[in-house]
């Protein structure tokens, strides 16, 4: 396996953010289910290139809060 640049991928699938005029987005995590030629399903996790581990690890809390509906504007 091999890093690969993701942002057409990304577009291919239809990805995108919620941002407002302004917002500039400092990281970003991506996780990403694959079927391997084998035809086995994984699971992998891309970051921007400056993100932390520390980040990675917030950012990935943060989406958990946001999927299980724990997540109100403003907290």
Do not use: C, F, N
């Not at 991928?9 to 079927?35: F, N, Q």
């Not at 391997?36 to 980040?55: C, F, L, N, Q, Y």
Request: net charge negative; charged share 25%.
């Amino acid at each position: 396996m091999s890093d690969q640049k993701i942002g057409q991928l990304l577009d291919s699938r239809g990805v995108t953010a919620e941002l407002s005029d302004g917002d500039m987005p400092t990281d970003a995590l991506v996780i990403l289910k694959v079927v391997t030629p084998e035809g086995r399903t994984a699971v992998t996790i891309a970051t921007s290139e400056a993100t932390d581990w520390v980040t990675q690890k917030g950012l990935l809390a943060a989406a958990t809060e946001i999927t299980d509906g724990d997540y109100t504007e403003g907290d």
